[in-house]
């Protein structure tokens, strides 16, 4: 399979994009969201996992990939929505 773009957004409790958080995906560099809460990465690893500030917070596969995965915040971290 190839490389699939991963959409990723970061919202706070009131649905708002988050700008500045530091997001890795696996086998990607890191990148800081947009002030929109949204990056993008161009992920090849079948089985990959997402990093918000250091924290793991989702794992998936590229085969049943959503169009964007989306990340609420939850205390001092982040969820999946």
């Not at 959409?7 to 560099?29: L, M, N, P």
């Not at 990465?41 to 995965?69: C, H, M, R, T």
């Amino acid at each position: 399979m190839g490389a699939k773009k991963v959409r990723v957004e970061f919202v706070d409790g009131s649905g708002q994009g988050v700008g500045g958080v530091t997001v890795k995906a696996s086998g990607c560099g890191e990148l800081q969201t947009a002030p929109t809460g949204q990056a993008f990465f161009l992920v090849d690893e079948e089985n990959f996992a997402i990093w918000a500030n250091g924290a793991e917070v989702y794992k998936g596969s590229l085969s049943n990939l959503p169009e964007k995965i989306v990340f609420k915040q939850d205390g001092g971290g982040w969820k999946a929505a």
